[in-house]
């Protein structure tokens, strides 16, 4: 029987169990994008924890691609050398550390949650941000960014960023890589007829919209090594019917043209892309668009589900019932950094303890 603590092979590769960290920004860097002992402290207690697979945040592939100054980047060799402490350490651990490459397109240049979330001027500190078309609609707060509509020219720096950006990762210890194509973000931006509004190559047809997706994946692809794991983020719909917007069924079709670039695994996230989206919430409330996403290509390409998972029981179900070959957890794991190890002692597989990190084993398991 399959179950949350049972192995998932991808293309060969072995993961521990199938419970990963969900990528969360932490906002934390100085403004160079370095990774801090923040970094190393949150994303390894997450190891220490029983996470099978530990994610960083989303890491930006160029400077311009930060939501906010203080996003993780990994554009320079010494943004490398930055995270490699981290990936050491979660390794030790018996963990997979795991890589989420983005580019904030035109939800760049934003002050932090904390400090409002609002567009950064370029003459405040900010910076021009990157769109599919110069129209686009305005952000979620209201007000509009400084935008450039991205040419040809910069749609190649893009693609060469995240070529780079994936090689730097492979230099940092980074196991599995992950191109974020969710959240309104640059990649959903191209996907989606809400912002993509393009008359070239790169607009109009669901193959020209998937366009720099797929060359991104193409190019992330010369550098990143077949027996590593390749994942990419989706927006399973915009949650936005009755408009022309991303669908599910938009999402089955990229799933089946993802794989056949050699993509493992399609982490269904939904939604970002409109401040007007109706999105769901609560228990599980993205796990039907995975669900059905594996249901139409999961010979293909594994599926991973997120969202309102916050229970042991409830991720083993969603593993033991065929719904998700992954289960990511966010939110949870940020009340709960031993969230791994707890379901195990929940769930009771016959090394629970083991789960523990031996310098607690002893300690834990025994009476009070
Ligand atoms: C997120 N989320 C997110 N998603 C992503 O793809 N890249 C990111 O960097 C972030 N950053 C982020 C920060 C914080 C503080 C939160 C709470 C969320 C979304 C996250 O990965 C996850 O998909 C959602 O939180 C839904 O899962 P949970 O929290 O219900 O388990």
């Known amino acids: 029987m399959t179950d949350l603590f049972s192995s998932l092979s991808l293309n060969g590769y072995q993961l521990p169990n199938r419970i990963a960290v969900s990528p969360m920004c932490q906002y934390s860097c100085e403004p160079d994008g370095q990774a801090t002992e923040w970094h190393r402290v949150h994303l390894g207690s997450r190891a220490v924890g029983g996470a099978g697979i530990v994610m960083t945040e989303a890491t930006a592939v160029e400077p311009r691609g930060r939501i906010t100054p203080h996003d993780l980047g990994i554009w320079s060799d010494e943004h490398a050398d930055a995270l490699a402490p981290t990936t050491e350490f979660i390794r030790e651990q018996g963990a997979i550390p795991a890589i989420q490459l983005a580019h ?101 047809s669901f ?71 109706e999105a769901p919430a609560g228990p599980n409330f993205q796990v039907p668009l995975a669900e059905r996403i594996r249901s139409e290509q999961g010979e293909e390409v594994a599926v991973g589900a997120v969202g309102g998972i916050t229970e042991p029981e409830q991720a083993d179900a969603l593993v033991r019932n065929g719904r998700a070959d992954l289960v990511l ?28 990190p031996v310098q607690y084993r002893r300690a834990v398991s025994g009476p009070t």
């Open 104 to 204: 904030a397109g035109h939800k760049a240049s934003k002050s932090r949650p904390w400090e409002g979330n609002r567009p950064i001027r370029p003459e405040d500190g900010g910076w021009e941000v990157l769109s599919p078309s110069p129209d686009a609609y305005p952000d979620f707060s209201g007000e509009l960014p400084a935008m450039r509509k991205a040419d040809s020219r910069a749609l190649e720096e893009v693609t060469e960023a995240y070529r780079e950006a994936a090689a730097r990762s492979l230099e940092a210890g980074f196991e599995i890589a992950e191109i974020h194509a969710a959240h309104g973000y640059l990649l959903h931006e191209f996907l989606s007829p809400v912002t993509n509004r393009r008359d070239d190559e790169y607009g109009g």
């Open 329 to 356: 957890v966010g939110r949870e794991f940020l009340r709960d950094p031993y969230f791994g190890v707890h379901a195990a002692t929940e769930l009771g597989p016959e090394d629970a303890d083991s789960k523990w």
């Open 207 to 277: 193959e020209n919209r998937t366009r720099l997706l797929r060359e991104v994946v193409r190019a992330v692809d010369t550098v990143w090594p077949d027996e590593k794991p390749l994942f990419v983020r989706i927006s399973g719909t915009d949650w936005l019917e009755g408009r022309p917007s991303w669908e599910l069924e938009d999402s089955v079709r990229l799933a089946g043209d993802l794989a056949a670039l050699g993509v493992d695994l399609i982490d269904v996230s939904s939604g970002g892309i409109h401040p007007a989206q």
